[in-house]
């Protein structure tokens, strides 16, 4: 008799907890199909390289050979419209230096990822946006260097390159989607040289307000080659 009494209990328990795992099941939010999307930090790299390699390539059509009079044209000829193409060689390298400075600090960001999700792919996404805009960029900006306008447009591009990197820098901190040991000191320096090289830039740019374009455009690559050879400048050398 005692031995029914067990069994009954050992029963009851069994169905008590199998009604309440049932429970807990239907209490669960569903998972959706968007959240198993943009888990891949591999396949977010291989585009982020494919498209900022195409972005690379697409800068060189800007600098196109220049038509002149076949085999009647002299050194002479062919030296000036060389010249005249300095301008668009002049921005092609500054914007072979953009993407190149963008792709090494896109690159350190994910290389800093333990796990990935849709909304930071996303937001690569429109960062990856802003770097097939700069060979439009380039291209605006060498046939009408003069013109203020021109170098508005191609900051505001570098303005969206920065913020979007920024906004993934500072998603994937608050979802702790980087790697934890190396966090503190990733953040403050990837946070410090966004912000410091967009001040620059922006700085730049506004002399353009009181001073010819050129001199914007000058000021720009020296900004960029700062960041690109990397020199132990106090302040700037900090990040």
């Known amino acids: 008799m ?44 291989g585009i982020s390289d494919g498209i900022f390699s195409v972005g690379m390539t697409l800068l060189v059509l800007g600098l196109a050979v220049p038509t002149l009079n076949g085999a009647a044209t002299t050194g002479g000829q062919l030296w000036e419209a060389l010249r005249h193409l300095g301008p668009n060689l002049l921005v092609y390298t500054m914007s072979f230096m953009t993407l190149g400075i963008f792709w090494l600090g896109q690159g350190t960001q994910l290389g800093q ?28 900006l060498a046939r009408y260097y003069w013109l203020q306008i021109a170098l508005v447009e191609y900051w505001l591009n570098i303005v969206l390159l920065g913020a979007s990197l920024l906004a993934g820098l500072e998603y994937g901190l608050r979802s702790h989607l980087f790697k934890e040991e190396e966090t503190r000191d990733f953040a403050v320096l990837m946070r410090g040289r966004i912000l410091g090289a967009q ?24 900004i960029q080659l700062n960041y690109v050879l990397a020199p132990r400048i106090p302040i700037l050398g900090r990040f």
């Open 113 to 140: 990822l333990q796990r990935s999700n849709r909304n930071f792919a996303w937001i690569h996404l429109v960062f990856l946006f802003a770097v097939t805009m700069v060979p439009f960029s380039t291209l605006l």
């Open 199 to 222: 001040s620059l830039y922006a700085a730049a740019t506004a002399l353009s307000l009181i001073v010819p374009t050129w001199v914007s455009i000058a000021l720009i690559i020296l």
């Open 2 to 45: 005692l031995k029914t009494v067990t069994d009954r209990l050992r029963g009851g328990q069994t169905r008590s907890s199998g009604i309440l795992t049932a429970v807990s099941r239907q209490q669960g939010p569903k998972r959706r199909l968007a959240d198993l999307a943009g888990t891949s930090p591999d396949r977010l790299s």
